[in-house]
T-cell receptor, first 117, second 114 residues
């Protein structure tokens, strides 16, 4: 149990276009999901907290108009990279705690590799 | 606020030798601590977690870690390294019960020499 999926697993897009990444909790509900980005050979940096039914909370330095987050249901959060540029190329990973139990664990998706050409 | 420091961006050990990956944390509230492993081009896999119960935590694949409040440390160990342990290891901290995002250390690349 406690599986988180991401789609797509990798995507290549042209500069200036937008890309949507989905994060789904497959067997549990998640009122909160988290989005991280990871540059090559670097650590994960928290970008934003996605809240079901309300606005996302962005970390300092993350452009909310560029990285649009929508958490429309208890099992789905989406991250849209708008007007993507090469510097947005990165590995994007989502995670979610199980809202139904008292748990300290977050379950991570397999990640989405975005390459902007 | 919280932070994590992982000493040593690269650690190399011989197969069968002890693995020790260091993690020190800073937190203004009692922390919850985690160790994750990441293989190339993959997501994160949880090795073990400290959630204020036992200070010595056992995880998967023979790894364990000890929470030492006085030293603000949560070092990861494994008695005998295996070639399959070669990967990137991340220590992470969160102040909340899953309601807060994780703060990660910079990671330690573990190299296993035959």
């Amino acid at each position: 149990g406690a599986v988180v999926s991401q789609h797509p697993s990798w995507v290549i897009c042209k500069s200036g276009t937008s890309v949507k990444i989905e994060c789904r909790s497959l067997d549990f509900q998640a009122t909160t999901m988290f989005w991280y980005r990871q540059f090559p050979k670097q650590s994960l940096m928290l970008m934003a907290t996605s809240n079901e039914g309300s606005k996302a909370t962005y970390e300092q330095g993350v452009e909310k108009d560029k990285f649009l987050i929508n958490h429309a249901s208890l099992t789905l959060s989406t991250l849209t990279v708008t007007s993507a540029h090469p510097e947005d190329s990165s590995f994007y990973i989502c995670s979610a705690p199980n809202s139904g139990i008292v748990s300290y664990e977050q379950y991570f998706g397999p990640g989405t590799r975005l390459t902007v050409t | 606020a919280q932070s994590v420091t992982q000493l040593g961006s690269h650690v190399s050990v011989s197969e069968g030798a002890l693995v020790l990956l260091r993690c020190n944390y800073s937190s203004s509230v009692p922390p919850y601590l985690f160790w994750y492993v990441q293989y190339p081009n993959q997501g994160l896999q949880l090795l073990l977690k400290y959630t204020s119960a036992a200070t010595l935590v056992k995880g998967i694949n023979g790894f364990e870690a000890e929470f030492k409040k006085s030293e603000t440390s949560f070092h990861l160990t494994k008695p005998s390294a295996h070639m399959s342990d070669a990967a990137e290891y991340f220590c992470a901290v969160t102040p909340g019960r899953g309601a807060d995002g994780l703060t990660f250390g910079k990671g330690t690349h573990l190299i296993i020499q035959p």
